[in-house]
T-cell receptor, first 111, second 113 residues
Framework: TQLLEQSPQFLSIQEGENLTVYCNSS?????LQWYRQEPGEGPVLLVT?????EVKKLKRLTFQFGDARKDSSLHITAAQPGDTGLYLC???????????FGSGTQLTVLP | EAEVAQSPRYKITEKSQAVAFWCDPI?????LYWYRQILGQGPELLVQ????????DSQLPKDRFSAERLKGVDSTLKIQPAELGDSAMYLC???????????FGSGTRLTVV
């Protein structure tokens, strides 16, 4: 079983601050995805990273896949209240056709 | 935009009763997943279908849970009897090609009282 640990579990910041969320595992993943989930809704895909060392940017969000493909980070610049939600990382190992999810980081951005 | 449809959105049931959830995946998506999510935690896979066949149900509590996808399209997840610990969000997801294009429905929030 591949375990994904996310940190921090909870994060509350003021609008305009920067933040980084981490996703770590002892397993190697062939790809890793980040999702954002709002209360009462299903997770929505933000990005997929597949290459070790890969960096992807989505407006104020920057995603990085570790060189060894065991970890990933999500950095948000100048957070806004609309960024509030549960951020989930999810990985697939080898040829697996299913995702294993991390425990999530609950982000609250205060106006 | 294509969506994964789930119903009902909310369900309150008494313990020991039976409950069922329905999922209609995006048209053409051969792979369908059922996940369970405890409030504030990440989703955990219950069962994975490829067309009408179960690919992985190793985490499905088979003494009380069952899932079917008879025609390889929509799917039903059933719990009988429901227990207090089953209270959670039940999410359905479908994909066209493995883990790519994973799309979740809005889920069914189950409360067992």
């Amino acid at each position: 079983t591949q375990l994904l640990e996310q940190s921090p579990q909870f994060l509350s910041i003021q609008e305009g601050e920067n933040l980084t969320v981490y996703c770590n595992s002892s397993s190697v993943f062939s790809s890793l995805q980040w999702y954002r989930q709002e209360p009462g809704e299903g997770p929505v895909l933000l990005v997929t990273v597949v290459t070790g060392g890969e960096v992807k940017k989505l407006k104020r969000l920057t995603f990085q896949f570790g060189d060894a493909r065991k970890d990933s980070s999500l950095h948000i610049t100048a957070a806004q209240p609309g960024d509030t939600g549960l951020y989930l990382c999810a990985g697939a190992a080898g040829s697996a056709r299913q995702l294993t999810f991390g425990s999530g980081t609950q982000l609250t951005v205060l106006p | 935009e294509a969506e994964v449809a789930q119903s009902p959105r909310y369900k309150i049931t008494e313990k020991s009763q039976a409950v069922a959830f329905w999922c209609d995946p995006i048209s053409g998506h051969a792979t369908l997943y059922w996940y369970r999510q405890i409030l504030g935690q990440g989703p955990e896979l219950l069962v994975q279908f490829q067309d009408e066949s179960v690919v992985d149900d190793s985490q499905l509590p088979k003494d009380r849970f069952s899932a079917e996808r008879l025609k390889g399209v929509d799917s039903t997840l059933k719990i009988q009897p429901a227990e207090l610990g089953d209270s959670a969000m039940y999410l359905c997801a479908s994909s066209l090609q493995g883990i790519y294009g994973y799309t979740f429905g809005s889920g069914t929030r189950l409360t067992v009282v």
